[in-house]
C-alpha cells in the first residue's frame, strides 16, 4: 500500500498553505480540498467502503472544520470541492450508495 500511497500522491499535487500569525510569530499549515480528497480516496481503496458519517468525523479531527458544511437535510457534509476532487481522482471506480451514505469500491 506505501507505493500505492506514494503513487497517488504524485498524481495529486498536494499542496500546503502557510499563514502567518504575526502575533504568534508562527507558521500554521493548513490543508487543501486536495489533501482530504487524497484521503479519501486511499481510505476507500484500502477498507472498500466508506461511510459518509465516519469520514465527517475523521476530516474535521484531522482536517478541520472548513471542509464539512451542513446541507439542505440539516446533515454534516463534505465540501462540495473536496467530493469533487475525489470524484476526479477515483475516475469512476468508486460508486454512492444514496440509501447507506457510503462509497463503495468497484
Given amino acids: 500500500m506505501k507505493a500505492e500511497r506514494a503513487l ?5 499535487e498536494v499542496c500546503y498553505s ?9 507558521n500554521v499549515m493548513s490543508h487543501t480540498a486536495a489533501e482530504v480528497a ?4 486511499v481510505e476507500l481503496k484500502e477498507k ?5 458519517g465516519e469520514a465527517v468525523a475523521y476530516i ?6 472548513s471542509f464539512i458544511y451542513v446541507n439542505e437535510h440539516g446533515n ?7 467530493k469533487k476532487i475525489f ?6 471506480k468508486a460508486a454512492w450508495e444514496r440509501d447507506g451514505f ?4 468497484s
Fill in 8 to 12: 497517488l500522491m504524485k498524481e495529486v
Fill in 18 to 26: 502557510y499563514n502567518v500569525y504575526p502575533s504568534r510569530g508562527v
Fill in 38 to 41: 487524497e484521503w479519501m480516496l
Fill in 48 to 52: 472498500g467502503i466508506l461511510h459518509q
Fill in 60 to 65: 474535521k479531527n484531522h482536517f478541520g472544520e
Fill in 76 to 82: 454534516q457534509s463534505i465540501d462540495k470541492e473536496v
Fill in 87 to 92: 470524484r476526479k481522482l477515483h475516475k469512476g
Fill in 102 to 105: 457510503f462509497w463503495g469500491w
